[in-house]
């Protein structure tokens, strides 16, 4: 360290040393405008391209700086997850942390290297700005501050879902999802942002950012109470529902989305039943309308809606012909991805409003709808598409070849099937998935070894199955072969179904986009198996309606017509679920609401009207 | 204090008077008003009057989350930022548990001792201005502003680089910016002989700063000094060496003191603090080559980050004494309590008024200026 | 600093016998008091005196409003070991009163002043009580928590209002801010 050397005196010469500053570099700095570094935090830029409107960055700016403005020419699409809204920044009050930059979840927003904005008293409104990619005074000055891979707030990795082996799931048909821990479910829960998109594309709008939260505090009677807010079936929806909130989740569109459906299934698992009835039981009105509705079908559709009209006062009586409550849920899904006890449950907090279900029963057979009418003030269908759809190719009337509809519904009654050591299965949907699925199993319980073939006309990438189905299917030892049609079923000298035979796929659709199927005759392949089932669709058994019924009532393209609340042109009638809008349990749910909804407000008309 | 809150308070005719300095004064660092009682020229009572700075920080902090408030922090001492969110981070590490790697440690020291620099470089061209010289100033700002040029290369913020978080910091550095620094550090340390030639060994500043507003020992301890004016009496308390925090316990660095207590001896400490920043520095780049890894632990997503319940008390070395934050947390995403004691909160009030009493009018500024008393962290 | 013992080995005896003294080692260098409010005083007196603990760091005021109390939290600092002790007390909140240190200690002069002003706490003793630095402010005690920051902005100031020409073009064609 040197000495300072400040003990001697003044001298006159001293101010001579100043002569050596002639011969030194000036300190200057250019005039010119310089580029600020790259890390530099400027004004914002935003990549409107990117950006979803999710208005992530408007909850964690700290001054409150930033508006959502909605602008009508954007693009908006709910159930992908994108909003008409982009934010505006409030100059006055940012203070250029980067904060939004750091925990925007679609890397659209970035600060530039621009270092000044100036202006008079009269232009403040020059403060308040909606960034877009060029930059705030139209010239672009590069992107200084941006969201780089390791330094991103949000963590982009959902928490694993334990499972069980493949091998170990073929030895039964035992739920084979163990769902979330505590810890794993609070730092799930911990990833969520809060946007809502999942609320805004979910067909029952389920209010999945306050359940969330709700997990996330630990709070989980308060999430149970938010779900029954629109869904009486959470514990089926929680193990299967196909999951729009997680397409539009805005952590999926760079990460993994949150897993909304198993933070559902790990809130209604691990709060006891007699709770979940009691926070269910909340809000019912306690007076009695005298109003009496049937419903025909125990599925999600009819049993939703029976939910909400009991709640109302009304009394209702749900009609089923099988043996149990739960429609296809009972009797369509396999109990490896959703045991029956938790339909059991859900259906028996439906049961604690007050409805009554009668199971065992087949309207137009034992009842006939004409007399549901009379005892009746409405009759809602929920009956669901219970024939499934055939191929019609050669050979597809044998008794060897079954409907997958028909199959997995005896596999759910607890009856035994026989299955042969070789099986394949004609589609490539979640059915089809289910079907091989179950095939598989029942073939390592009689033969201890599994062999399913599953050909499917979609190419690999186009399969309509949804992709945890395919991975599952696959570890599990299944053969998918995509682009192949079903060309002919191969019958034996013993009048035993053989094989089939399946054609390679050149293209589905026409130039239209109409149903069209090319196939390349020259590549055949026989698949040998004792058993073929079709997997590619599902129709409405009305056999019930009746002939004079059938006729009075509109229809359109073979679907019983309704508005869009549920009303057929018979004003008592009214129809929902998968015989409306297509087999999914939470559009069913949805169609649900929106039937009892219609049905209460016709009543009321009708009683005024009446009055 | 307004103008038109003013009460006049009468005096019995004798020969002392009131003056008011401040609070926008170029003898005043920061916005502050001292009232002074004098008899000619000599103080006879001094009363500070603090309040113009004041934006509510503590209770601004008890209403944002976590991450939210280190846009905040840096704001409450406006020359040396770099401490207050190094402080807030390691109250709220402290509280969490979370481990810092020790790269983004090796960088915070940096940040530290860069923020030192330009605090005293700001801090000698002020006090050269109590006393006339105003060359200083301009050196001082200009050399200031190429530091300035280093942090905005790596943190994005020349100021107030909003750039740590508790767990870490937030990038890290970029390409070539080491030897940037090393140029730099090359750079400051060839001027500091000019600043010598011109301000230290400068006869009239000697003779001007020599005896002015004198502290000793017992005084200072009594009156709860620390930092370089506590080291200026002969105490050799450095919190980077008695409560060791971040990586200083494996750097080289001296204590420097001086025995004379008065404004001369405050501003050589600090002038030897410049000197062994600069060493610290060199060290630091010498070893941040070699620590990799990442720059901040694994948080959770800032929206929905608890810190569990407790209380922690983090002190630092300021460029100006010691800083302290007691950070409380009830379990929530916010904070419940943040206090936060800066070293001025003793230097501009209890100090300053008792070391002006004796003093001439003169002198007041550079008492002032050589306690190195920032406002903002008194209002905060 | 050399590993000496914090407080002498006397003083931690004594400080057992003490009712109502919790000692606690929260880090390496920081140790927790909890104590009596009545026999704060003594406490510091004997930390000063006795263990070389004589640099008062800070005291703090945290408003625990659900208890009903304050706390008081007074940090000392011993330069010989580098040790921080914080010392805990507990004060009902209504009406908020309590001893000054300052014969002990004169930055915390400095301390009390502030909490007075801030959470209104009234320290007996305290050579000053004046405003400091909310001196023209007539509200409550601007830091206890049942003073809401965000109500009084909204009843005192008014808001900027912006009306630039890219949202005036938004509005005409039916967007607008989002509420």
Redesign the interface.
């Known amino acids: 360290m040197s000495e300072i050397n400040y003990k001697s005196r003044g001298s006159i010469l001293n101010p001579l040393r100043t002569l050596s500053f002639l011969a030194r570099k000036p300190v200057t700095l250019p005039l010119e405008p310089r580029a600020a570094a790259p890390n530099y935090r400027g004004f914002h830029l935003n990549d409107w391209e990117k950006c979803i409107g999710c208005s992530t960055c408007q909850k964690i700016c700290d001054n409150e700086a930033i508006t959502m403005i909605h602008i009508p020419e954007l693009p908006e699409d709910p159930v992908q997850g994108v909003r008409a809204q982009r934010p505006a920044i409030d100059y006055g009050r940012c203070c250029w942390c980067g904060l939004c930059v750091d925990v925007c979840p679609t890397a659209s927003l970035s600060l530039s290297r621009e270092y000044i904005h100036t202006c008079e008293q009269h232009e403040l409104d020059s403060y308040f700005i909606l960034p877009d990619p060029h930059g705030m005074h139209k010239r672009f000055y590069d992107h200084g501050w941006r969201k780089t891979a390791d330094e991103d707030l949000i963590d982009l990795q959902r928490q694993s879902m334990p499972e069980r082996e493949p091998v170990e799931r073929l030895q039964s048909f035992d739920e084979f999802i163990d769902g979330y821990d505590t810890q794993a479910a609070i730092l799930e829960a911990s990833r969520c942002v809060q946007c809502g998109m999942c609320h805004d594309s979910c067909p029952a709008h389920m209010h999945a950012p306050e359940y969330i939260r709700a997990i996330w505090e630990q709070d989980l009677e308060e999430a149970v109470r938010q779900i029954y807010r629109t869904n009486p079936f959470a514990h089926v929806c929680g193990r299967v529902c196909t999951r729009r909130c997680e397409s539009a989740c805005s952590i999926g569109v760079r990460g993994e989305p949150v897993a909304i459906r198993w933070l559902k299934r790990y809130a209604m698992d691990h709060v006891s039943h007699e709770r979940i009835r009691a926070i269910a039981g909340g809000q019912r009105s306690g007076n009695s309308s005298g109003r009496r509705i049937a419903i025909v079908g125990a599925g999600p559709a009819g049993l939703t809606a029976a939910y909400d009209l009991a709640r109302e006062g009304h009394a209702v009586t749900v009609f089923e012909a099988l043996p149990e409550a739960g429609g296809m849920m009972r009797y369509g899904i396999p109990s490896y991805r959703l045991p029956a006890e938790r339909i059991a449950d859900d259906i028996d907090v439906i049961r604690s409003m007050g409805v009554e279900i009668r199971c065992n029963i087949r309207i137009g057979q034992d009842i006939t709808l004409a007399q549901l009418h009379e005892n009746h003030d409405a009759v809602l269908l929920g009956i669901g598409l219970q024939f499934g759809r055939s191929t019609r190719i050669p050979g597809s009337d044998h008794p060897g070849v079954h409907s997958a509809v028909d199959l997995l519904r005896r596999i759910r009654l607890g009856e035994f099937v026989a299955v042969p050591p070789a099986a394949v299965v004609i589609g490539g949907g979640n059915t089809a998935m289910d079907m091989a699925r179950s095939l598989a199993r029942l073939q390592i319980a009689q033969h201890g070894l599994a062999c399913v073939t599953i050909t499917a006309l979609e190419d690999r990438e186009h399969l309509l199955a949804d992709q945890e189905e395919l991975r599952e299917t696959g570890e599990e030892g299944i053969t998918i072969l995509p682009a192949r049609g079903p060309q002919r079923c191969d019958i034996d000298d013993s009048a035993c179904i053989d094989g089939l035979f399946t054609v390679a796929v050149r293209s589905i659709y026409d130039e239209f986009g109409r149903f069209a199927p090319c196939y390349d005759d020259s590549d055949v392949q026989l698949h040998r198996a004792g058993m073929v089932v079709e997997a590619i669709g599902q129709q409405a058994d009305l056999a019930l309606l009746g002939e004079e019924l059938t006729e009075r009532l509109a229809w359109d393209r073979g679907r019983l017509q309704t508005d869009n609340r549920g009303q057929t042109s018979e004003p008592w009638l009214w129809a929902a679920g998968d015989l409306v809008n297509g087999p999914d349990v939470i559009h069913a749910v949805a169609d649900g609401h929106r039937a009892a909804t219609g049905i209460g407000a016709w009543l009321a008309e009708f009683a005024e009207a009446t009055a | 204090m307004r103008p038109e809150n003013y009460q006049a308070v009468s005096h019995p005719p004798s020969h002392e008077y009131e003056l008011n300095i401040g609070p926008n004064h170029p003898g005043i660092e920061g916005n502050y008003a001292l009232r002074l009682t004098l008899e000619g020229d000599i103080v006879v009572a001094a009363r500070a009057d603090a309040g113009y700075l004041h934006r509510g920080f503590e209770k601004l902090m008890e209403g944002r989350l976590w991450m939210q408030n280190i846009a905040l922090v840096p704001r409450i001492c406006v020359p040396d930022p770099a401490h207050m969110e190094i402080c807030y981070a390691l109250g709220v590490e402290m509280l969490g548990g979370l481990e810092v790697p020790a790269r983004a440690q090796w960088i915070r020291v940096m940040q530290l001792e860069l923020s030192r620099i330009t605090a005293h470089l700001f801090y000698f061209g002020g006090v050269a201005a109590t006393m006339g010289m105003y060359s200083n100033m301009f050196w001082g700002v200009a050399d200031r502003d190429l530091v300035l040029d280093l942090f905005e290369e790596f943190t994005g913020g020349r100021v107030y680089s909003m750039f740590n978080v508790p767990g870490g910091v937030r990038r890290d550095l970029p390409d070539g910016f080491l030897g940037k620094l090393k140029a730099l550090l090359d750079y400051l340390e060839s001027r500091l002989e000019d600043y010598d030639n011109l301000f230290f060994s400068n006869y009239v500043v000697v003779h001007r700063s020599r005896g002015t507003g004198p502290m000793n020992r017992q005084q200072a301890l009594e009156w709860g000094v620390t930092g370089p004016n506590l080291r200026a009496t002969g105490l050799a308390f450095d919190v980077r060496r008695d409560d060791p925090y971040l990586v200083y316990d494996q750097i080289e660095f001296d204590i420097p003191t001086e025995e004379a207590g008065d404004a001369l001896a405050r501003i050589l400490v600090r002038r030897r603090e410049l000197q062994e920043s600069i060493r610290i520095l060199r060290q630091v780049a010498e070893q941040l080559p070699y620590i990799k890894g990442p720059v901040r632990c694994p948080l959770p997503n800032p929206l929905a980050w608890n810190v569990p319940a407790g209380d922690s008390y983090a002190r630092v070395e300021s460029s100006k004494g010691e800083l302290a934050y007691y950070t409380v947390s009830n379990g929530g995403d916010k904070p419940w309590r943040v206090h936060i004691r800066g070293p001025s909160q003793m230097h501009a009030v209890q100090v300053l008024e008792n070391l002006s009493v004796g003093s001439r009018i003169e002198d007041i500024a550079q008492i002032m200026f050589t306690l190195d008393a920032c406002p903002p962290e008194v209002d905060r | ?1 050399e590993e000496s013992k914090e407080l002498t080995g006397w003083l931690e005896r004594v400080l057992e016998e003490f009712h109502g003294v919790k000692v606690q080692r ?2 390496a ?2 140790m927790r008091i909890d104590i009596d409010a009545d026999a704060l005083p003594a406490l510091l007196e004997l930390l000063q005196g006795r263990a070389g603990y ?5 005291i ?4 625990w409003i659900d208890d009903g109390q304050f706390e008081l ?1 007074y ?1 000392v600092l011993s ?1 010989e070991t ?1 040790t ?1 002790v ?1 010392a805990h007390i507990r004060i009902a909140r209504d009406p908020g009163v309590y001893l000054s240190v300052y014969d002990l ?3 915390a ?3 009390e002043r ?1 909490i007075h002003e ?1 959470f209104g706490v009234y320290f007996e003793g305290s050579p000053d009580m004046e405003k ?5 402010w007539d509200g409550p005690p ?2 206890r928590k049942e ?1 809401d ?2 109500a009084y902005v909204h009843a005192t100031f008014d808001w ?1 209002q ?6 005036r073009e ?1 509005r005409a ?6 509420e």
């Open positions: 600093m929260k880090a260098r920081r004589v640099h008062l760091s800070a703090s005021c945290v408003d939290v940090h330069y580098g921080l914080s200690y004169p930055p002069a400095f301390f502030d801030m400091f630095i909310l001196t023209e601007p830091m003073f920051t965000r900027q912006y009306d630039p020409e890219w949202l938004i064609r039916g967007g607008g801010i989002v």
